[in-house]
């Protein structure tokens, strides 16, 4: 092997991890500012959004009673999930909390059948869980923090902290 050949190879890896970022990036940006957008409807009524207090009303007639708590956390969860995940800053929690937000959006929506019923909670979730296993690469607030958690255990640890924290709302809809 010449010198020439392992910087060929050097240099192509590097054009791939940038290649990489630049799509986790290009993701997290449209992805997260998209849901943050959602939760921003929900909690102050902007982008057309109906604003708190419909929210909740809204929540309510969904059987999340009272529908002021879960209406206000569903809104605080999409806003600051979305725009943690836009920035890439403490990502595993990020990921955790659109996971969640999406685990619950399926369970909410399962019985309309996938198309129109939760197909964009599966989307959501989907996303989340590639973002935990991945991180959120070299365009991010976390890249080289010494707080940065990026691997298959804190992908896991996500996942974990989500489908806990659904369960937890799903089975306080059931009792309250």
Known sequence: MTADT?????ATTQGESISADTGLLILRLVFGLLFAAHGAQKLFGWFGGEGLAANNAGFEKMGFEPGTVFGTVAGLSEFVGGLLLALGAF???????????????????FGKGLLGGYEMGLLFAVVALAVAFTGPGRFAVDYGRPWARTGLTWGVISVVTAVVAAAVTLIGKAVL
């Open 6 to 10: 392992t910087l060929e190879r050097a």
């Open 91 to 109: 990502t595993p929690l990020a990921a955790a909390i659109v996971l969640g937000t999406g685990i619950v959006i399926v369970n909410t929506g």
